[in-house]
């Protein structure tokens, strides 16, 4: 694909012109990479109505890049060569899509570019804190090391997300059953037993009533709900993935009763533990703030992490530009940070507070998932107890009237 850019160089001058990518992400590693300063980045091709049908076809899960890193960090932990390595996962991948990929890097490192400049070409795969490790070890010659991390990083990120998908499945087919069950009641019993109802002129508790309201409004009505209902989904995913709808959902989520909690701790162990690998790999502080930032999965903390390296720049010390930011950073972080800058050892200290918070996260699922599953049989005990009450209390007082 090929993107318009606007940006400045290390010198201020203004730059625009035209690069080309597999996607937006790969075009700003590479206008990144050439050191400029990104000022606006868009897609000058006319995008094609079949092109979502193709790019899920070719996706590849984070299942699969997960595996090829651990592979790969196995055969450079090993000292067998970058391209060797390569060659052989390209043999053991069975995923075709990241297969062919592999392949393509392969190549590309054959033909003289770093494994960096590789991986950059393929940014739809590869996120911008993968190829930022990368490119960082590169620098330090720690590659097989950086690899291994990222292996450990990505198997860890899996597991925790799918603890988090297992804690949610429950309450979700629980919820899907009590609207399909309220569904039915309302689309199709109560219409059924209303003319009985009416014709036995018998006095209809409150819930009766209501689902009666319910079933008739639906009935008459049910195209433009519809209608409605799907404009309204459309428009909420569309603004969602807007940058503005993706800061304001950021902040919404750490502000949530007890969820917000959770993804604080999430978002601070992610932090953490990639700015410690890289300050212990030699990159200075800011530049690894700077990369780590990529890795939260929060607009909302890269920005602030992004506020922290521009202090850190300042001459600030990046204990107190954490303590500044107490809404996203609790104080243990910028009190073990301290301890950090003052004994020399930053990156063990900030390995610590990524251990910390990720068993803190590791709980606070368990703790939530101990307490759901109470709550919704509860939930779900007074929703199906309304149902067939409404149901029932009418039919009683038919059966009295007769």
Known sequence: MKFKYTARTQTGELQTGFVEGVNREAAYNILIGNNLYLLSLESSEVPHWYDPAVNFLKKVKKKDVMIFTRQFAVLLGAKISLGDSLK?????????????????????????????????????????????????????????????FLADYLEKEYVFGTKIKGALTYPAIVFALIFVVAGIMVGFVFPQLTPIFKEANIDLPFFTKIFIFLGDFVARWWLVLLIFSVMIIISLINYFKSPEGKVVFDEVAVKLPVFGN????????????????????????????????????????????????????????????????????????????????????????????????????????????????????IVMGVAVGILFAAVLLPMYGLVQAF
Do not use: W
């Open 88 to 148: 052989n996962v390209y043999k053991q991948t069975a995923n075709l899509a990241l297969r062919e990929t592999i392949g393509e890097v392969s190549s590309d490192v054959d033909s003289g570019l770093s494994l960096s400049q590789a991986l950059e070409r393929h940014g739809e795969i590869f996120s911008n804190f993968y190829i930022s490790m990368i490119r960082s070890a590169e620098i330090t010659g720690r590659v097989d090391e950086v690899v291994n």
């Open 262 to 377: 959770l993804f604080k701790q999430t978002y601070v162990a992610r932090f953490a533990e990639s700015a410690s690998v890289l300050i212990k790999g030699g990159i200075p502080v800011a530049q690894a703030l700077e990369i780590s930032s990529h890795t939260v999965g929060s607009i909302v903390y890269r920005d602030s992490i992004k506020d922290l390296a521009d202090a850190v720049r300042e001459g600030v010390l990046l204990s107190n530009a954490i303590e500044q930011n107490s809404a996203y950073f609790p104080s243990l972080v910028s009190q073990m940070v301290a301890v950090g800058e003052s004994t020399g050892q930053l990156d063990a200290l900030l390995a610590r507070v990524a251990d910390f918070y990720t068993r803190e996260a590791g709980e606070t699922i368990d703790n939530l998932v101990e307490l759901i599953q109470p709550a919704l049989m």
